[in-house]
């Protein structure tokens, strides 16, 4: 930026290639580490020559590692398109795989439907009845409401009426929790 501004940058010192060498290469082998270390400090005893320079090098670096795996590329495709057509049928049919497996092609590639079907609440209700209708039976008949003002039902909490002695004291009937059972049900 100071060059397009007019600044005159310096040739480099032999100082300078050595930095430069010395910080190109410790981003070459571990460009996290040297990338917390480059503290502005540091960076700041630096020329300005050097600054520019090691920015050039590590953009070309990382410009001939793009072009490197595109050639890479091009290289392992036509290989095994060689290899599409040797004598011996297993390395003629694996050779074939790998180049359908190319994801270009992506003739072999693993692809996994998901289908999500959005259901209103009442849809699920209508859909959990009917199952539970198969559970149970298609003979089994719903009660029957009969409202009769007639009959006196205790108040809730009220103390039950005794029973006379020589009725029968029936199983009690177990309590369940609806929505503890359905608990997990939405997935």
Known sequence: MLAEKGMRIPDLTKADERTIAAVVNAYAHDPEATSRISTNTRIG??????????DMSLKAFGENVVESSTQLRHYVTNKLI???????????VRALELLGKISDVGLFADKTEVTITHQTTGDLKDALRAKLQRLVGPDTIDAEIIEDTDVDV???GAPRPALPRKARKAEPVPVVD?????????D
């Open 154 to 156: 205790p108040e809730m």
């Open 45 to 54: 005893t630096m020329t300005p020559a050097a600054l520019r320079a090691i």
């Open 82 to 92: 060689e290899e599409s057509d040797n004598p011996d049928p297993r390395i003629r």
């Open 178 to 186: 609806l929505d503890a059972a359905m608990d997990g049900w939405d």
